[in-house]
């Protein structure tokens, strides 16, 4: 089954280059365009793709409103926003990740980039560009308010592992090559993890692979 993307952007060169990208995916087929965040609205409820590759600054509403509007919508439920975005300002990460955002990609990234970025997006990780995972990690350690239930967590040996190499950029696939384990004990531990942590998504994962010291590097990716 292929993975359904709807592209949203204001302008028809950065649609169509995008297109001609994931299309090049064998697993990758772009449903349909938006050049507004309304019409990313109207388009995601007619549409209902895997994948939603969201545009931040447009007329018409912008990406972050739509983002939100979208992932409240319980008929959209397995739907994921991935945003693609010229600027990496803080607040557009920010504001996207409270509406509801799985990942913030650059459009400086490469076509190879692209195309795992919306693969594991649609696989339900979270993803982030090097420079802006690094930033929100030290946002969120640079917090004054304790962590106590995450922090006093405990953890297998397997989770801290498994953990360890979700702090430094590591997919899934690569951690099943890294443990020689199956995908399905990959995602039990992950689960374990974002329940025992008290983790919303991927990211703060990395987050808590720095607050108890698994790793101490920017992560891989």
Same mark, same amino acid.
């Given at each position: 089954?292929?993975?359904?993307?709807? #592209?949203?952007?204001?302008?028809? @060169?950065?649609?169509?280059? $995008?297109? $001609?990208?994931?299309?090049?995916?064998?697993? $990758?087929?772009?449903?349909?365009?938006?050049?507004?965040?309304?019409?990313?609205?109207?388009?995601?409820?007619?549409?209902?793709?895997?994948? #939603?590759?969201?545009?931040?600054?447009? *007329?018409?509403?912008?990406?972050?409103?739509?983002?939100?509007?979208?992932? &409240?919508?319980? &008929?959209?439920?397995?739907?994921?926003?991935?945003?693609?975005?010229?600027?990496? @300002?803080?607040?557009?990460?920010?504001? &996207?990740?409270? &509406?509801?955002?799985?990942?913030?990609?650059?459009?400086?990234?490469?076509?190879?980039?692209?195309?795992?970025?919306?693969?594991?997006?649609?696989?339900?990780?979270?993803?982030?560009? *090097?420079?802006?995972?690094?930033?929100?990690?030290?946002?969120?350690?640079?917090?004054?308010?304790?962590?106590?239930?995450?922090?006093?967590?405990? @953890?297998?040996?397997?989770?801290?592992?498994?953990?360890?190499? #979700?702090?430094?950029?590591?997919?899934?696939?690569?951690?099943?090559?890294?443990?020689?384990?199956?995908?399905?004990?990959?995602?039990?531990?992950?689960?374990? @993890?974002?329940?025992?942590?008290?983790?919303?998504?991927?990211?703060? $994962?990395?987050?808590?692979?720095?607050?108890?010291?698994?790793?101490?590097?920017?992560?891989?990716?």
């Amino acid at each position: 089954m292929s993975v359904h993307v709807l #592209v949203v952007d204001d302008q028809p @060169l950065i649609r169509h280059s $995008l297109r $001609l990208i994931i299309d090049s995916a064998p697993d $990758l087929v772009v449903a349909g365009e938006a050049d507004t965040g309304e019409a990313a609205v109207a388009r995601a409820g007619q549409l209902h793709p895997d994948v #939603v590759l969201m545009d931040i600054r447009m *007329p018409g509403g912008d990406g972050i409103d739509a983002t939100r509007r979208i992932t &409240a919508d319980p &008929a959209l439920s397995s739907t994921r926003i991935l945003v693609l975005s010229m600027f990496e @300002l803080d607040e557009y990460v920010h504001a &996207a990740l409270r &509406a509801g955002a799985s990942g913030f990609l650059l459009k400086d990234a490469e076509p190879g980039q692209l195309i795992d970025a919306i693969r594991r997006t649609h696989s339900g990780e979270s993803l982030f560009a *090097p420079s802006i995972l690094t930033r929100l990690v030290k946002h969120y350690l640079d917090q004054s308010a304790p962590r106590t239930a995450r922090t006093q967590s405990v @953890l297998t040996d397997r989770e801290t592992e498994v953990l360890t190499l #979700v702090g430094r950029g590591l997919s899934n696939q690569e951690i099943v090559r890294a443990l020689s384990i199956s995908m399905g004990t990959v995602k039990t531990h992950i689960g374990s @993890l974002l329940s025992k942590l008290h983790a919303r998504d991927r990211a703060q $994962l990395v987050i808590a692979a720095y607050e108890r010291g698994l790793v101490s590097t920017p992560p891989l990716r």
